[in-house]
């Protein structure tokens, strides 16, 4: 299948810093991503959606302040945790759809995690 | 917007056994309803999935079913075995046009040996 690919994998930051996660589509091009969070044992919570050279569109909930989403290119977009604290601890899951009509067409593929610890 | 329900949250079966998960959505306009398999500390991997206008699609030992009409769908795994054990979400198509899958709450399967 296709490759989306998320780094970095794990992060550990100090408390009130702000921490970036990537997430790359490899070998199709993604005009919208999803973020979601996952809480241990607990379901992936979508978080927004990334849209290629827009404003992302956050879930009702979600402070766009506090989680700031990039999207400048067609393979790229960015999740960056500004001024984190341990509640954002969290395991941070990037998706991309292929949407160009591509040999995979419609299916949602997950990049690998980043696990963020807050300290 | 969509709301996405899972039952059960775990399940422990025997080897050999079936296994059925269900889920139940709210937005009408759903259309895409895929299953997916995630290991611990793994990410998500599509297992199955079903769009609206089919009632039934079958891969080897999975299959998923479809009622529209009662907005739920259900995955069924036959002949189970022990690395069948993870954890499996369904979700939901969102908002039409918008490409974003809502997720159930997943169910916990243990296969036993």
């Known amino acids: 299948g296709a490759v989306v690919s998320q780094h970095p994998s794990r992060v550990i930051c100090k408390s009130g810093t702000s921490v970036k996660i990537e997430c790359r589509s490899l070998?199709?091009?993604?005009?919208?991503m999803f973020w979601y969070r996952q809480f241990p044992k607990q379901s992936l919570m979508l978080m927004a959606t990334?849209?290629?050279?827009?404003?992302?569109?956050?879930e009702q909930g979600v402070e766009k302040d506090k989680f700031l989403i990039n999207h400048a290119s067609l393979t790229l977009s960015t999740l960056t945790v500004t001024s984190a604290h341990p509640e954002d601890s969290s395991f941070y899951i990037c998706?991309?759809?292929?949407?160009?009509?591509?040999?995979?067409?419609?299916?949602?593929?997950f990049g690998e995690g980043s696990r963020l610890t807050v300290l | 917007g969509e709301n996405v329900e899972q039952h059960p949250s775990t399940l422990s079966v025997q080897e050999g056994d079936s296994a059925v998960i269900k889920c139940t959505y709210s937005?009408?306009?759903?259309?895409?309803f895929p299953w997916y398999k995630q290991e611990l500390g793994k990410r998500p991997q599509l297992i199955i999935d079903?769009?609206?206008?089919?009632g039934e699609k079958k891969d080897q030992r999975i299959a998923v079913t479809l009622n529209k009409t009662a907005k739920h769908f259900s995955l069924h795994i036959t002949e189970t075995q022990p690395e069948d054990s993870a954890v499996y979400f369904c979700?939901?198509?969102?908002?039409?046009?918008?490409?974003?899958?809502?997720f159930g709450s997943g169910t916990r399967l243990l296969v036993r040996p």
């Open positions: 998706s991309a759809r292929d949407l160009g009509g591509g040999r995979f067409t419609g299916e949602l593929f």
């Open positions: 070998d199709f091009q993604a005009t919208t």
């Open positions: 990334s849209n290629e050279g827009s404003k992302a569109t956050y």
């Open positions: 937005d009408s306009a759903s259309n895409y």
């Open positions: 079903i769009r609206s206008n089919v």
């Open positions: 979700a939901a198509s969102g908002e039409l046009g918008s490409y974003k899958l809502i």
